[in-house]
């Protein structure tokens, strides 16, 4: 077997083993987990949404985007769970897409992107009717099939913009 041979093959099988790791699926789908993530929140499912993350999970993004470190006795997934429900209260008609995503053995990662209407209070400011859009790059740890740490950014300062923006 020569060279190219050998190099060819062992990149279609890495290609192949990327296309479809078990271990980044959600429990009990074929669909990955942050395929799943954005249609749970489109779907406003909040126990579904809750249901793709581990019970130990670990959030180590601290930002204005995700509120104040947890309180005590609240987990780290419980307050992630909050956050969501919250900014479907501020946007109740929040749709989230999945403009890409990086998938390996372990880990997944993703930019999201948020459209809705500014609906309820959300960042404590009343419902303006704006449409916004957002978006957010996360990189999640996966583990038995669900989300057991999380890095990720969040456009807040997008966010605020529009929130903020002079009526037109």
């Not at 077997?1 to 074929?30: H, K, N």
């Not at 429900?85 to 990662?109: F, H, N, Q, W, Y």
């Not at 807040?156 to 929130?163: D, F, P, R, S």
Request: glycine share 10%.
């Amino acid at each position: 077997m020569d060279r190219r041979s050998l190099i060819a093959g062992a990149a279609l099988l890495g290609a192949s083993a990327l296309a479809t790791p078990g271990p980044v699926r959600a429990q009990g789908t074929g669909e990955s987990l942050v395929d799943r993530f954005a249609a749970t929140l489109s779907a406003h499912d909040i126990p579904a949404f809750a249901a793709l993350f581990a019970e130990d999970y670990v959030n180590h993004q601290v930002s204005a985007a995700t509120g104040p470190p947890p309180a005590n006795g609240k987990s780290p997934k419980r307050t992630t769970v909050d956050l969501f429900a919250a900014r479907l209260a501020g946007i109740p008609d929040l749709k989230v897409a999945v403009e890409t995503s990086v998938i390996t053995v372990d880990k997944v990662a993703a930019s999201f992107v948020y459209t809705g209407t500014h609906g309820g209070t959300y960042f404590g400011i009343a419902p303006t009717g704006r449409p916004l859009r957002f978006t957010s790059c996360d990189i999640f740890r996966v583990q038995n099939g669900l989300l057991a740490e999380h890095w990720g950014m969040g456009d807040i300062a997008g966010i605020l913009a529009q929130l903020r923006a002079p009526a037109t």
